[in-house]
């Protein structure tokens, strides 16, 4: 009977080794996830930051295409690209010129 009890602490040893190896490896590996998860929750972080910025650029500049949109329907854009591409003036127009040096 001597024999038997030896063993049985054997075994019961040798099942709690196993147990806590097994414990061991699973929080190193679930470690290793965690790791894994917030290194990508922080470049998600980044790339939202990155688009929230890129979003807000691209708001202004549909803004001032708008505004831009405005201007060219208005007499004062026609009026400007009269005098500035084709050199005309209302008749009541003085246009002075710089004398070149």
Known sequence: MAG?????KNNNRAGKLCIGLIVIAFVAVMSVQIIRVYQKDQEYIQQEASLQKQLEDETARGEQL????TYTKSQQYVEDTAKSKLGLAYDNEIIFKEAKK
């Open 66 to 69: 708008s505004n831009y949109e």
């Open 4 to 8: 038997r009890g030896h063993r049985k």
